[in-house]
């Protein structure tokens, strides 16, 4: 599990683009406050940081052609069988484009530069360069 840096988002391949969203979906569901060491710092931050991260991951999935679930696009929709988050307030704000001035720029502040050679270096491992 992994949330890659979101400057990376537009650069990932086909199947870690399709990775990041299903691993949005589990974590906005029954993955959310569950322990796992590479996500963890996702759990100390209100759910609306994590739905506006999938909503850049939608939107590039969109851009590329595929067609995620519009239901996901409810930024309290945790999965059928889960009740909602209730962060209506918030994310009104970043409906109005305002999530930078909420969360700032990464929504999440440890992915920063380090965090981003760290996903650099882990692509690479993968076998996906994308600077030499």
């Known amino acids: 599990?992994?949330?890659?840096?979101?400057?990376?988002?537009?650069?990932?391949?086909?199947?870690?683009?399709?990775?990041?969203?299903?691993?949005?979906?589990?974590?906005?569901?029954?993955?959310?406050?569950?322990?796992?060491?590479?996500?963890?710092?996702?759990?100390?931050?209100?759910?609306?940081?994590?739905?506006?991260y999938h909503r850049i991951v939608m939107?590039?999935?969109?851009?590329?052609?595929?067609?995620?679930?519009e239901i996901w696009y409810n930024a309290n929709y945790r999965g059928k069988s889960l009740s909602p988050f209730g962060i209506d307030i918030l994310i009104n704000q970043l409906n109005e484009g305002n999530y930078i001035e909420q969360f700032g720029n990464p929504i999440y502040p440890n992915h920063n530069y380090d965090y981003f050679k760290e996903c650099i270096d882990n692509l690479k491992n993968k076998g996906i360069v994308f600077y030499e």
């Open 1 to 52: 599990m992994r949330l890659w840096h979101q400057d990376l988002i537009p650069k990932l391949p086909r199947q870690q683009i399709l990775g990041q969203h299903r691993e949005c979906c589990a974590l906005r569901g029954k993955g959310w406050g569950k322990k796992h060491a590479t996500v963890d710092y996702v759990f100390r931050y209100s759910p609306a940081r994590l739905y506006e």
């Open 59 to 69: 939107n590039e999935m969109k851009n590329r052609g595929y067609k995620p679930d």
